[in-house]
């Protein structure tokens, strides 16, 4: 079984703290992404990657970056969190374009 | 790019009873189409998807959907409603040449005893 796993399932965090991310999947996935979900408006993609060092934007990067240093992990950070930034962080993985992507349970971050 | 939209943003069944929960899509060429379910508190799972062939496309835990190129939908339906079904669902369309995959804005479900 794919198993997609994320650093931490709740933080909580303060306003300019700079917050680290991890996902980490252990089937050898080309593509890597990160979504952030929020009531009503489904997954909104903050990026992606397709391979190591390789990043593309998705529809809401603003404030946030990502880093892809190994094939298997891909981390988000906020670098100065804000309390719109408090949502729900999915990570996902997929062995081919457009393919079913397989999801990490998700890390609930608050910032205060 | 594509698109898809779940008209539904919230769904009462009675247990045992039968479910569809519609998709539309907007795509110009054949889309990739899946459904995926999230329990509270927990990550998507895939319930089912569709690339080509066969537009009845069975799925997990009874589940089934339709692909219908006419009308840019891929409705899933379940014949009988278990208690355990709860959950949010969420429509999503990718395609073979990029890595764009977009979710609808989810139903969420609710099963009464």
């Not at chain 1, 996935?29 to 990026?47: A, T, V």
Request: glycine share 8%; net charge neutral; with cysteine.
């Amino acid at each position: 079984d794919v198993k997609v796993t994320q650093s931490s399932r709740y933080l909580v965090k303060r306003t300019g703290e700079k917050v680290f991310l991890e996902c980490v999947q252990d089937m050898d996935h080309e593509n890597m992404f990160w979504y952030r979900q929020d009531p009503g408006l489904g997954l909104r993609l903050i990026y992606f990657s397709y391979d190591v060092k390789m990043k593309e934007k998705g529809d809401i990067p603003e404030g946030y970056s990502v880093s892809r240093e190994k094939k298997e992990r891909f981390s988000l950070i906020l670098e100065s969190a804000s309390t719109n930034q408090t949502s729900m962080y999915l990570c996902a993985s997929s062995l081919f374009r457009g393919d079913e992507q397989f999801f990490g349970p998700g890390t609930r971050l608050t910032v205060l | 790019a594509q698109s898809v939209t779940q008209p539904d943003i919230h769904i009462t069944v009675s247990e045992g009873a039968s479910l569809e929960l519609r998709c539309n899509y907007s795509y110009g060429a054949t889309p990739y189409l899946f459904w995926y379910v999230q329990s509270p508190g927990q990550g998507l799972q895939l319930l089912l998807k569709y690339f080509s062939g066969d537009t009845l496309v069975q799925g997990i835990k009874g589940f089934e959907a339709e692909f219908k190129r006419s009308q840019s939908s891929f409705n899933l339906r379940k014949p009988s409603v278990h208690w355990s079904d709860a959950a949010e669902y969420f429509c999503a369309v990718g395609a073979s040449n990029n890595n764009d995959m977009r979710f609808g804005a989810g139903t969420r479900l609710t099963v009464k005893p």
